[in-house]
Structures are given as C-alpha cells and as structure tokens.
C-alpha cells in the first residue's frame, strides 16, 4: 500500500470535492433561475445519463490504454469545460444541451476509473478503514463549498461561483498526476464479463443511480422553494454534511467488521424511511433537520456499498466490470428518468416535487439488489 500514493489522491480528491461543492446543490436551482420547467431540467439529467452511456466504453477503454488516473484528469478538464458553458446558457439555448452533454462525459470520466484506481491501492482488510477515511476528506472538504458558494453567489452572482470552481479544479489536475500511474495497461477484453453473473449489480446501481440524480433535482428545487436565499441554503448543506463525517469515521470502522450486505440492508432501509420525512419540510430549521439526517444515513448506506462494489471488483476484471457496472446504472437511470418526466406532465410544480421525494426515496429499497 503506497502512502504517498494515497495521500496525494486523497488532496486531488479533496480539491475535486470542494471545486464541485460549491455549486453543486445550486445547479438544479440555476436552471430553475433562468426559466427552466422541472420537466426540463430532468430532460437535462436525461441528457446526462444518455452522454454517460456514450462515453462509458470510451472510458473504459482510456483507463486500459493510459491509465486510470490520467483519464480522472480529463474527467477534470471536461469539468472546466462544462462549468464554462453552463455560466453562458439561456433559456432554451443550445448550451443546455451541449452542458448536459458534457457533464456527461465528465461522469463517464470520473467515476469508472475512479472504482477502478481505489480497489487498486486499496487490499479488501482495510477497504473500510480507507474508505472512511477518503470520505472523511471528501466530506470536509465538500461540505466547506456550499456554504462558500451560497455567499459567492448571493453576493455575486453564478459567474463568480462557476469561476472559483475552475480555480480548484486546476489543482485538482495536477495534484492527482504526481504520482506514477498504478493501472496495469493491458488491452480491454469485455468478453472476460459474464452479464448473466452480475445483471443484479447492475440493476441495484441503477436504482442508487435513479435516488440520486432524482432527489438531487426535485429537493433542491423544493429547499429553494421554501429557502430562497442562497447562502441559507449553502449552510444547511454544509451543516448536514459536517454531520455526516461522524457517520463516515464510524461506519468505516463497522463496514470491516460485519456483514457488508445486512449494514447496507439496514442502512438502506434508514435512509429510505429518513428522505421520506423531507416532505413535511416548511421552514429552514426543518431543512436543515431533515436534510441532516437525510444525507447521514445515505452515506451510511453508501459506506457499505462502495465496500460491496469494490468486493465483487476484486473477482472480475476490474476495468470491464466497472464499465458494465456504470452503463447500466446510467441506461436504468435514463429509463427511469423519462419516465418520471412523463408522469409529471399533467401536475403542479408541488406535486411533482413531493412525487419525486417520494418516487427517489422508495427507489432505495432496490439497492439490495446487489449480489451477495
């Protein structure tokens, strides 16, 4: 286990998380901001997924060829690029389409190699312990940004927020690249990958997949509804996830110590039953109550999938697997999304906000899915 290693991809982490942050819980707001419908702004998640499984094979097939950490780095350059068009779209511009695109991409880039480098640097006795201590950083350093962006923005608007994104994210490049590439360069082979074997993973990421873009959209929307200024809602986020840290330092310990399916059931189960509560939120002292403990429990539950993922990575063919892994996480997301898109046509903006609490919290439930 390369310390080094280790602790520089923790910082380039840590620099990515904190880039994103600041106005990642704001981006569904921005959109409603410059006139976007809820039915909109789910066809731009829709766009999203379907960018995802275009590029998914080409990440892939990058990790295999060059490695996995130089393609995280485009994910971060393409990053660049998507806040660089985002700042500049209006309403019903091509922009918001070539945005969703590329954010896309950036997910496709991102979050495959990403799997692919931790299970590398990280041996199945101290997944947990490493785990938790990555999220631990991830989560300090995501949960300084959106009370950081929400006075950026209230302050200065979006431009100024998007533009401080940019300036951490250039660290974020260059920290991840200090250290030689760990990822055996071999050429990819999906035929190695028995779909019939692993279908119930893919399943199960879908549904994680579905609560997560979901809930990300319709409760932002619904907090922004109740809490319109946006440094309000930058220190409920930032409360909620200093919160979690807690949850991570002790669930890092547990994940190593139990059953890894019976903490994600029970885990699930939790966090289902806490993003169901979110509908009764109507002031800021209840957001902020519900999205605490909203957020703990999810990253409860993320704690023992992520050490579940990484268990069955070490029995396929890490690349390979991932790749079918994130595709169809992104093809039962972008099903699932259309679909919801449809069945809000006829509802008010506050139907359709509490349908989508409700829909993305019952959705967890299906993560259990997964193998044993």
């Keep these: 286990?390369?310390?080094?290693?280790?602790?520089?991809?923790?910082?380039?982490?840590?620099?990515?998380?904190?880039?994103?942050?600041?106005?990642g819980i704001f981006i569904p707001i921005y959109l409603?901001?410059?006139?976007?419908?809820?039915?909109?702004?789910?066809?731009?998640?829709?766009?999203v997924q379907f960018s995802r499984l275009i590029f998914l094979p080409i990440s892939?097939?990058?990790?295999?060829?060059?490695?996995?950490?130089?393609?995280?780095?485009?994910?971060?350059?393409?990053?660049?690029?998507?806040?660089?068009?985002?700042?500049?779209?209006?309403?019903?511009?091509?922009?918001?389409?070539?945005?969703a695109l590329i954010y896309g991409m950036v997910q496709a880039f991102l979050y495959l190699p990403f799997l692919v480098h931790l299970s590398k640097m990280s041996p199945d006795n101290d997944r947990g312990k490493i785990l938790g201590k990555l999220n631990i950083y991830s989560a300090i350093a995501g949960a300084l940004g959106p009370i950081f962006g929400g006075i950026i923005i209230s302050s200065y608007g979006f431009s100024a927020g998007f533009s401080i994104v940019i300036l951490f994210l250039i660290p974020?490049?260059?920290?991840?690249?200090?250290?030689?590439?760990?990822?055996?360069?071999?050429k990819i082979n999906f035929r190695l990958i028995n779909i019939k074997k692993i279908?119930?993973?893919?399943?199960?990421?879908g549904f994680l997949n579905f609560q997560i873009y979901l809930g990300y959209v319709v409760w932002s929307i619904f907090i922004f509804l109740i809490v319109s200024e946006y440094d309000k809602i930058g220190l409920i986020q930032t409360i909620s996830l200093f919160v979690s840290i807690a949850v991570f330092y002790i669930l890092g310990i547990w994940v190593d110590k139990f059953d890894r399916k019976k903490v994600l059931m029970w885990g699930s189960l939790i966090s289902v039953f806490a993003d169901l509560m979110r509908v009764f939120a109507s002031s800021f002292a209840s957001i902020l109550l519900l999205n605490t403990s909203s957020i703990a429990f999810?990253?409860?539950?993320?704690?023992?999938?992520?050490?579940?993922?990484?268990?069955?990575?070490?029995?396929?063919?890490?690349?390979?697997y991932v790749c079918f892994f994130e595709m169809g996480g992104a093809f039962v997301t972008f099903i699932f999304l259309i679909l919801f898109m449809l069945l809000i046509q006829s509802l008010s903006l506050k139907d359709a906000l509490f349908c989508g609490i409700i829909v993305s919290s019952l959705s967890g439930i299906f993560i259990n899915l997964i193998r044993k």
């Design 1 to 23: 286990m390369n310390i080094k290693e280790i602790k520089l991809f923790y910082a380039s982490n840590g620099f990515f998380n904190f880039a994103s942050s600041i106005v």
């Design 32 to 47: 409603f901001e410059k006139g976007y419908s809820l039915s909109f702004i789910i066809l731009f998640f829709v766009l």
């Design 60 to 99: 892939a097939w990058l990790s295999s060829a060059i490695g996995a950490k130089k393609v995280i780095s485009l994910s971060f350059i393409a990053s660049i690029i998507f806040y660089l068009i985002l700042d500049k779209i209006d309403h019903l511009s091509n922009g918001f389409y070539l945005s």
């Design 172 to 186: 974020a490049v260059l920290t991840l690249l200090l250290t030689p590439e760990i990822s055996k360069i071999r």
């Design 199 to 205: 279908y119930p993973d893919l399943i199960a990421n």
């Design 298 to 320: 999810e990253k409860a539950k993320r704690m023992a999938w992520d050490a579940k993922i990484q268990e069955h990575m070490d029995r396929e063919p890490r690349t390979e």
